[in-house]
């Protein structure tokens, strides 16, 4: 997890395993915003590594997950997010005060053959909405 000594905002993302989708929202918003977003993922039940696939995809727009480890979901983690995304269908305990929003991606079009093309689908539906998070966490810290 990222440490929180920087003045910007802190996204966490949240999905079943911490091992592809929310870490891969992670480093897209990482990619994306610099160092102005404090930037965490976990997840309900932590994978033992992060996805080979999904690293390969996020590594092609020039995003970096490979050295992340997937780390369990904390009540003090959700606490001190300014912003909980919960990345696909987890089930993620509301807590008072927290704001969390949920985004499920997109179903892959059955013409995508591959899991590699399945996962691109995936990486560009979290990239349009991390660019436009990005741009909401741009205009919230001016």
């Known amino acids: 997890m990222t440490s ?5 905002p802190t996204v966490l993302f949240v999905c079943n395993t911490n091992g592809g989708k929310s870490q891969l929202a992670a ?6 915003a610099g160092d102005s977003v404090q930037v965490q993922s976990a997840g309900l039940i932590p994978a033992h590594h992060v996805n080979e696939l ?5 590594e ?7 050295s992340e480890v ?3 979901l904390s009540d003090e983690a959700l606490r001190a997010a300014d912003k909980v995304i919960i990345v696909g269908e987890a089930q993620v305990p509301e807590l008072e005060g927290v704001p969390m929003e ?5 179903e ?3 013409s995508l053959a591959t899991d590699h093309e399945r996962m691109e ?7 349009a909405r991390v660019s436009e998070l990005a741009k909401e966490l741009g205009s919230a810290a001016e």
Request: glycine content about 4%; cysteine-free.
């Open 121 to 127: 689908f995936l990486r560009e539906d979290l990239a």
């Open 54 to 58: 999904v690293a390969s995809v996020a």
């Open 102 to 106: 949920r985004w499920v991606p997109a």
């Open 70 to 72: 997937p780390s369990a």
């Open 27 to 32: 480093a897209l918003l990482r990619r994306a």
């Open 60 to 66: 092609e727009v020039g995003a970096d997950m490979r």
């Open 108 to 110: 892959a079009p059955a």
């Open 4 to 8: 929180s000594n920087s003045s910007g």
